[in-house]
């Protein structure tokens, strides 16, 4: 019996991911910390050389190990989480939390709030919490986009933070996630979308607990870094795209509280620097690639690639994009790659500078209002715009 608290980790700040692992260890709920390393590099030694002391100090076993190779795509984070959770199956504790290692705002509120629901018996408990108007492009214009297009009457689009790394299980979700070999598969950063499609297709239910605070983690720079992300994300939803979900599960929303000016007022990415970045990394093929798309795209892509220009990939038009990448983007075609970088690119330049100018609240109604305007229009072939 008892919880065991998982964080997967690769390099990280070891002082940052160390405090965390106290915060776990000292919780009273907590059984046991398991640490998931992806190679045996500075992190890990740190964590090896600590761990016997806050073990010792909190009276509860921290155990360190390398995460095995279980999926069939790149080894990342996926192949970290599911290591946890074979790992967790093998002992007799009853409930699984996983947490980023990398968290400055961890503390215990985190796991007392998770504990909560799964007090309540929900199967699986989601954290959420607020993220800069211009943070989180990925979720909202890839993750929550491709779910309303994809599954527009389930529950799925109304997940907040679906590709969010913090969340508990109960042992009979473990079970049934581990046991789902497109959750094993997903060893790269398509975890989360697995994991959050495979227990809404189980019909588990679910509570989003908010942590106020926020998940404090440092600005992107230009929006390059992102790129293994969000190919590895779209191609999680696409792989997707023949499933069927019934509607109507259990799936509670804890009522959000004020955003600290910290997360309202940040510019989650370098906005200069992406714009600087559009000309780079385009080849002759992607520019046949773009014949698939409706002519206003590809025109507006072709003027991209030579000058400042974005307001063309507007919400609708991200949809109509959406549809053709669906159809026919191939993940291992490097070109298929670019492009969608190129689009998905342009596409954030241009939300930037409709929404998230006019500010964090405005920018947040906004993203929840395309969400329902997306799956409204998949459901019924009725294109809603902004404002209506
Ligand atoms: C996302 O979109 O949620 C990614 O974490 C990048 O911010």
């Not at 590099?41 to 740190?46: D, G, L």
């Not at 980023?100 to 954290?127: C, M, N, P, Q």
């Not at 080849?283 to 795209?297: D, G, N, W």
Request: hydrophobic share 40%.
């Amino acid at each position: 019996m008892g919880t065991m608290v998982v964080f997967p980790f690769k390099t990280e700040r070891p002082e940052v991911v160390l405090r965390n692992i106290r915060v776990a260890a000292a919780h009273e709920a907590v059984s046991e910390v398991l640490c998931v390393g992806y190679e045996e590099e500075s992190t890990y030694r740190a964590i090896a050389d600590a761990s016997p002391g806050i073990a010792k100090a909190a009276r509860t076993p921290v155990t360190l190990r390398l995460q095995d190779r279980i999926g069939t795509r790149r080894p990342g984070k996926g192949d970290g989480m599911n290591t946890a959770l074979r790992h967790f199956l093998d002992t007799p504790h009853d409930r699984l939390h996983f947490y980023d290692s990398d968290i400055t705002t961890f503390d215990g509120s985190w796991i007392t709030k998770a504990e909560r629901g799964l007090d309540l018996g929900y199967d699986v408990v989601r954290h959420f919490f607020p993220r800069a108007a211009t943070d989180a492009m990925i979720t909202w214009l890839v993750t929550r986009t491709g779910f309303a297009i994809l599954f527009p009457r389930s529950e799925l689009p109304w997940i907040e933070q679906p590709l969010g790394g913090e969340l508990a299980l109960s042992r009979r979700a473990a079970k049934a996630l581990a046991a789902d070999h497109r959750v094993a598969e997903r060893s790269d950063w398509g975890i989360d979308t697995m994991l959050a499609f495979s227990s809404v297709q189980d019909r588990m239910s679910i509570l989003e607990v908010y942590v106020p605070q926020g998940k404090a983690h440092k600005l992107y720079g230009q929006l390059t870094d992102l790129k293994r992300m969000l190919v590895e994300c779209f191609a999680a939803v696409r792989d997707l795209r023949e499933e069927t979900l019934e509607p109507g599960i259990v799936h509670h929303v804890e009522y959000p509280d004020v955003v600290p000016p910290s997360i309202a007022e940040k510019v989650g990415y370098d906005v200069e620097g992406t714009i600087q970045l559009l000309p780079e990394a385009w080849s002759e093929r992607q520019m046949e690639l773009l014949e698939y798309f409706p002519i206003p795209i590809r025109d507006g892509m072709v003027a991209a690639r030579h000058r400042t220009t974005f307001s063309f990939l507007d919400e609708c038009s991200w949809y109509d994009a959406f549809e053709v990448l669906l159809q026919h983007f191939d993940e291992a075609d490097e070109d298929w790659a670019d492009l969608l970088f190129h689009l998905w690119t342009v596409r954030v330049l241009a939300y930037t500078h409709e929404a998230a100018l006019r500010g964090y609240s405005y920018a947040l109604r906004y993203l929840h209002g395309m969400v329902f305007r997306y799956l409204y229009r998949a459901a019924t072939g009725r294109v809603l715009r902004p404002g209506e």
